[in-house]
């Protein structure tokens, strides 16, 4: 098939089945926000909620106001979520909570950064839509309180010993890779330049191995390899997704040799990650071939695949590789034979290494509006550019 060919779907998947889905199910407009832990059908089966969810749910709806239509409706699901987040999200220290319980009553202390991140996110997104100084003013606070620890993210909650065996996780430069882009028009150039090479650096030069060709999720300080279950732990998805965060800021910054090297690393982590006896990624791997301390290692999750996706998109559109092509046909292809719910719409997020569904829920205390609505558009929209592409080329 040709890039033309997938392009109504991902648009009439995301347009008219998952986003109708979270707008139907998932509004909570008694006490505010969203409720995210919803089953097979939509319905509702636990009330707490998880900052994660509750903010890339803002930056979602934000963003397709911003990128696809200026829809009221869409707009006012953000700002209904903001608004909750606003009133109940952060301690009195600006860092934001864990989860919550329905009303707004803090559950679980501030103890994971990435509630940080995907607060700043969604708070800059909706700055985008709205010009609300307010919600800009608590993106750039969060960004600046990820910045300020960064070297200590759990801070009193770190339960490691102290100097024992230190070691640097690769999700939060990764991260900072993609957010700083999302609320570049709210930070000083020279703070967005700086943060751009140090995560670049950290991607590219410290956790990638070139020797192994992966990604490895821990590292020791000095850069060295840490032979122990943290240091061993390769995350195929987040290696892959990663590197259409790569592609991203090559294409920024014009640097075609850096888009080159995102592909190919691309490429590597997606030969090492794919099963070839079922099909699908793995979610955990030992870079040494041990059993991996993750006992969910064999699963095969949404996200991972999403994220696949756009990444062999993106490397295609912007270096031609025809293994790009060849690989996007065959996840898309595994992708869209088991993770998509004809029946009740949205997609499952869980399934067996054999590619059943495990879990038959369409969100939980992990999964919610945010990668398959992200991804799908992400797609959606590189599939569209692709085809424009061909379509010059072919004059």
């Given at each position: 098939m040709k890039p033309e060919d997938y392009i109504d779907l991902y648009k009439n998947a995301l347009l008219?089945?998952?986003?109708?889905?979270?707008?139907?199910?998932?509004?909570?407009?008694?006490?505010?926000?969203?409720?995210?832990c919803l089953d097979r059908t939509g319905k509702v089966y636990d009330?707490?909620?998880?900052?994660?969810?509750?903010?890339?749910?803002?930056w979602?709806?934000?963003?397709?106001?911003?990128?696809?239509?200026?829809?009221?409706?869409?707009?006012?699901?953000?700002?209904?979520?903001?608004?909750?987040?606003?009133?109940?999200?952060?301690?009195?220290?600006?860092?934001?909570?864990?989860?919550?319980?329905?009303?707004?009553?803090?559950?679980?202390?501030?103890?994971?950064?990435?509630?940080?991140?995907f607060a700043a996110m969604g708070f800059g997104q909706l700055y985008t839509a709205t010009r609300n100084e307010e919600y800009g003013k608590i993106a750039l606070d969060t960004f600046h309180?990820?910045?300020?620890?960064?070297?200590?993210?759990?801070?009193?909650?770190?339960?490691?010993?102290?100097?024992?065996?230190?070691?640097?996780?690769?999700?939060?430069p990764m991260i900072l890779c993609n957010l700083v882009l999302e609320i570049e028009e709210l930070l000083d150039q020279e703070l967005v330049e700086r943060t751009i090479r140090e995560g670049v650096d950290a991607v590219l030069n410290?956790?990638?191995?070139?020797?192994?060709?992966?990604?490895?999720?821990n590292i020791s300080p000095d850069g060295s390899f840490s032979d122990s279950f943290e240091g061993r732990?390769?995350?195929?998805?987040?290696?892959?997704?990663?590197?259409?965060?790569?592609?991203?800021?090559?294409?920024r910054s014009g640097d075609g040799a850096m888009m080159r090297r995102s592909v190919d690393i691309a490429l590597q982590i997606l030969e090492y990650g794919w099963d070839e006896e079922f099909g699908?990624?793995?979610?955990?791997?030992?870079?040494?071939?041990?059993?991996?301390?993750?006992?969910?290692?064999?699963?095969?999750?949404?996200?991972?695949?999403?994220?696949?996706?756009?990444?062999?998109?993106?490397?295609?559109?912007?270096?031609?590789?025809e293994r790009c092509w060849t690989w996007f046909e065959r996840v898309h292809n595994y992708t869209w034979k088991h993770f998509p719910d004809p029946e009740n719409g949205e997609w499952f997020g869980y399934l067996t290494r054999q590619g059943n569904p495990l879990l038959t829920l369409k969100g939980g205390k992990w999964k919610g509006c945010f990668h398959v609505p992200?991804?799908?558009?992400?797609?959606?929209?590189t599939l569209q550019a692709i085809a424009q592409k061909n379509e010059i080329l072919q004059k």
């Open positions: 008219n089945d998952v986003i109708p889905f979270w707008l139907q199910n998932s509004g909570d407009f008694e006490a505010g926000g969203y409720f995210t009330t707490d909620k998880f900052i994660w969810l509750q903010c890339r749910q803002v979602c709806f934000s963003m397709l106001y911003n990128k696809v239509e200026q829809k009221q409706e869409w707009l006012d699901f953000a700002i209904h979520g903001a608004e909750f987040l606003k009133s109940h999200g952060r301690d009195g220290q600006g860092n934001w909570y864990f989860s919550l319980e329905r009303s707004g009553a803090p559950l679980v202390q501030p103890y994971n950064i990435f509630s940080d991140c309180n990820i910045l300020g620890k960064k070297n200590n993210p759990k801070g009193i909650y770190n339960k490691a010993v102290a100097g024992t065996r230190p070691l640097e996780s690769f999700a939060l410290k956790f990638y191995q070139p020797d192994r060709g992966l990604i490895l999720e732990l390769v995350n195929p998805g987040h290696g892959l997704e990663s590197m259409w965060f790569m592609m991203d800021l090559a294409e699908g990624i793995f979610y955990f791997m030992d870079v040494k071939g041990a059993p991996p301390q993750q006992l969910e290692w064999d699963q095969k999750l949404w996200w991972v695949h999403m994220e696949t996706l756009i990444t062999l998109l993106k490397g295609y559109r912007h270096t031609g590789d992200r991804g799908l558009y992400q797609c959606w929209n």
